[in-house]
């Protein structure tokens, strides 16, 4: 395969195709429409801890109904203090990601309850095992940048599930880890140690935070008891810690579009804007992965035209608020590697490389986001391949000389194949490694089995040969001793 950064640990998407998907009107509507929101409807954010902290930061506080409203000009102070960029470490320095504006880095997907088991086929309940698996097959693939957690470890101890998580991914990866599952302070405190002692303390760790984490909102326009608290946990602990929503039009979120971008907006914000008022500086990100509802079912409906416009406008709107954005892209709604998942994914990741998305999450996922397949990371793999030679043939052509000398060469009704000039430049041309360009007669497998044939087969194999770089001994020793005091404590709130 010819791949004009074959050599970096790391495969970007340079941004050097841009659409702007929203006009500049549109962009201050959704952005004005926001701020009326956030000043007059508000959120709920059920910690009275928050709430007070939050009042004395100078938002509109009701607290019987745990109702935060943001003044205008507040929201304007809180957003200005969020750093525009910040690098996402990882153990080993070269595959660092620095967020500036300038490429897109893709991670898996998640954390869904079930996987496509690599050998029977069939969906089951996914475990730690399988967090580690797929962790380290991640760890192999160059597309892959940084990881979420893919799948739930669902045999481990509730009250340590998200500890076991990250576990599973630092002893299986060398790469940038983001936690999902860590949605409480407790949760957050035990993650946070995890991270210390894989950094080499809290002082490396801050210097070089080699995780990052993010909470949810729970839509419309609410923050359950713990998330926001588990953000600051981060944040006073140095670690990376953004907001990503995922509302559904017509369920939880307007019928639409317009309504759709500026619930999400409004949700984006304030958990941006409070983590500002408590952490002045943070780090932090804009995440979006905006859905509609099927209407004939009433679940989640992703892969269609209105997802490709949710996430364009995200990455666009995240722009406008000098913020690092991150982008749901990919998680077809097929319910395995298919044509349809080819389709949308393809879709979905062209729409996420024009809108220049910082952070593309991600590969693996079907079933709308509801299972895993290791399969599918390998294929969206090659999805994100294709994009990233797409983007760069621009500077390719304009860097290449002059073509009058090879067709004076040739001449009319000549042929290139015996040609210096073929040789010299013929790998420069994308070649595939899944998707099938065989004759019709050399491959006796049902149609549409070859792609997801090969992958499965470059999943084993890369499972076979990688050896991804291990923890410390000591390392490994602290890890499990913290686990054991988290998993001690079953009765308490569950951390998953």
């Not at 380290?136 to 160059?142: E, T």
């Amino acid at each position: 395969m010819n791949d004009f950064r074959e050599h970096s640990p790391l495969r970007s998407l340079p941004h050097s195709l841009r659409l702007e998907i929203l006009a500049p009107a549109t962009v201050e509507k959704v952005h004005d429409e926001t701020l009326a929101v956030l000043e007059t409807v508000g959120v709920t954010i059920a910690s009275s801890d928050l709430c007070d902290r939050l009042a004395a930061a100078g938002g509109d506080v009701d607290r019987a109904r745990h109702r935060v409203r943001f003044p205008a000009a507040l929201v304007e102070q809180a957003l200005a203090r969020a750093p525009d960029s910040f690098t996402l470490a990882a153990r080993r320095p070269e595959a660092d990601l620095l967020l500036d504006g300038t490429a897109g880095f893709l991670s898996v997907d998640g954390c869904a309850a079930e996987i496509l088991d690599l050998e029977t086929g069939r969906r089951r309940a996914s475990t730690k095992a399988d967090l580690a698996m797929a962790s380290r097959l991640a760890d192999a693939l160059p597309e892959i940048s940084l990881l979420w957690q893919p799948v739930s470890a669902r045999d481990v101890p509730r009250s340590a599930q998200s500890l076991h998580e990250l576990h599973a991914q630092v002893a299986n990866s060398t790469k940038h880890i983001q936690m999902m599952t860590a949605v409480n302070p407790r949760a957050a405190r035990g993650v946070v140690e995890i991270a210390r002692v894989v950094a080499g303390g809290g002082d490396e760790l801050r210097k070089r935070p080699i995780l990052s984490a993010f909470q949810c909102s729970l839509s419309p326009l609410t923050y359950e008891e713990g998330a926001l608290d588990a953000a600051v946990v981060f944040a006073e602990a140095g670690v990376p810690c953004g907001f990503v929503v995922m509302p559904i039009s017509c369920a939880t979120a307007p019928a639409t579009v317009a309504g759709g971008l500026v619930q999400s907006n409004a949700e984006i914000l304030s958990g941006i804007v409070a983590l500002q008022l408590l952490v002045p500086g943070a780090a932090t990100f804009y995440g979006a992965c905006t859905t509609v509802m099927d209407l004939r079912s009433g679940a989640a409906a992703c892969g269609g035209p209105e997802d490709l416009l949710f996430q364009m406008a995200a990455a666009q709107m995240a722009r406008h608020y000098r913020l690092p954005s991150s982008v749901g892209t990919f998680a077809t709604g097929a319910k395995s590697p298919s044509w349809q998942g080819g389709l949308e994914n393809g879709l979905s990741g062209l729409a996420s490389c024009l809108a220049g998305a910082d952070l593309l999450c991600g590969a693996g996922l079907v079933y709308s986001a509801q299972v895993f397949s290791l399969e599918e990371m390998v294929l969206d793999c090659e999805v994100f391949g294709l994009l990233r030679h797409l983007v760069g043939l621009p500077a390719q052509v304009a860097a290449e000389p002059s073509s009058l000398p090879i067709l004076e060469e040739v001449g009319p009704g000549g042929h290139y194949l015996d040609r210096k000039h073929t040789l010299q430049n013929m790998r420069r041309q994308w070649m595939p490694r899944f998707f099938d360009r065989t004759s019709w007669e050399g491959d006796e497998a049902p149609a549409g089995d070859h792609a997801r044939r090969a992958a499965a087969a470059r999943a084993r194999e890369l499972l076979s040969a990688h050896e991804p770089e291990p923890l410390d001994e000591s390392v490994e020793r602290e890890i499990l001793a913290i686990l054991e005091t988290y998993g001690k404590h079953e009765g308490e709130a569950a951390d998953g």
